[in-house]
């Protein structure tokens, strides 16, 4: 997750340019890389962490989960299961390492007494209180669900499925080669310049490969795969 803003700078300084669009796996989801790309004029297309599970029965019938609440947008509260209001109890600020500032929402709900679903809503086993005493209570960045909303618009369209599908090709695609058909497995030196020599003998060889197959199957030019072959 932090490594994503390094990249990218790292990538302009070489390329004296920004791509447009990254597309990247759920790891490198945060608010503060949602919000780095917006501002550099990069959309995202990053798989939300909860993007899989959300699908899932589990999840849709976790009734403590804020997602299965409904929202009231003009009180700002959450109705929770049993039809009390998780309310906003105000707001806390925190900070990344590298300074970005976020601030998170919290709910409380101060209601729950005698609720029959409190242990399904609840969670927390570590917690010293016991369960009768506990109120349900969760916080949440505004912000960063504002930017996973469009975020998952953007790949949930074609094109968006088409990048996420090509993404996994190129990179994990890479990474099978070189540790299956090259049996690159672990570094022969120590010390980062031969960890860096190794890296970079080994991204040309494959990248020689790459090439070698394109020019045998006539595909050079071509960069993406269109979404109808998603076998
Ligand atoms: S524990 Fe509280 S928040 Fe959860 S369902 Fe019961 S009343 Fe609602």
Do not use: W
């Amino acid at each position: 997750m932090k490594t994503l803003i390094p990249f990218l700078e790292d990538m302009r300084s070489h390329l004296g340019t920004n791509y447009r669009k990254i597309v990247a796996d759920a790891g490198y989801e945060s608010e503060e890389n949602y919000e780095y790309l917006k501002k550099n004029d990069m959309a995202s297309y990053i798989k939300p962490k909860t993007y899989e599970c959300e699908k899932k029965r589990s999840f849709k019938n976790a009734i403590g989960n804020r997602e299965n609440m409904t929202y009231d947008r003009v009180t700002d509260s959450y109705i929770c299961a049993n039809g009390k209001r998780v309310e906003c109890q105000g707001t806390k600020k925190g900070k990344s390492r590298n300074g970005y500032v976020t601030e998170k929402t919290v709910y409380a709900c101060h209601d729950c007494a005698g609720c029959p679903y409190k242990k399904d809503c609840i969670r927390g086993n570590n917690s010293k209180l016991p369960l009768e005493q506990r109120e349900k209570h969760f916080e949440v960045s505004k912000r960063f669900l504002e930017l996973r909303a469009e975020d998952k618009e953007r790949i949930a369209s074609e094109e968006g499925k088409m990048l996420r599908m090509n993404r996994s090709i190129q990179s994990e695609g890479a990474f099978a080669d070189v540790k299956e058909t090259q049996l690159f497995r672990r570094f022969l030196g120590t010390g980062h310049l031969n960890a860096l020599t190794e890296t970079v003998i080994c991204v040309l060889a494959h990248n020689f490969n790459k090439l070698h197959h394109k020019i045998q199957n006539g595909t050079q030019g071509r960069y993406l795969f269109p979404l109808k072959n998603l076998a």
